[in-house]
């Protein structure tokens, strides 16, 4: 669909087993997407890696999840970049996933 204004809007859906990032990627490259944004994203993923944003000595944690969790918000810009086209980091993507309670909800999206 495309506005009056020539804004492309594109709506997808996933299923299971497909990888977030793989598929934006492939959608951004296939549709010559120089300047995007998310207007909202649910779901669930069984895997996510996440970049906390404190630092320890000048590094970020990052933790790899191998479990069953619900993203109840991702929105953000994106646009292609040096080799990756989707950021890596929150302060573009942010989302909100279903955690065990140790871990801190202040995070970024790899």
């Known amino acids: 669909m495309t506005s009056a204004d020539g804004m492309k809007v594109l709506c997808v859906r996933l299923v299971r087993g497909d990888d977030l990032k793989v598929k934006l990627k492939a959608l951004v490259e296939e549709n010559n997407i120089r300047a995007g944004f998310i207007v909202s994203c ?13 630092q320890v000595n000048g590094e970020h944690e990052i933790r790899t999840l191998s479990q069953n969790m619900e993203i109840t918000s991702l929105v953000g810009t994106f646009s292609p970049g040096d080799q990756n086209p989707i950021p890596e980091h929150g302060d573009h993507l942010p989302s909100r996933y279903s955690l065990p309670e140790w871990l801190s909800p202040t995070y970024d999206t790899l």
Do not use: N, Y
Request: charged residues 10%; glycine residues 8%.
């Open 42 to 54: 649910v779901g669930s993923v069984s895997q996510a890696t996440l970049r906390f944003a404190t």
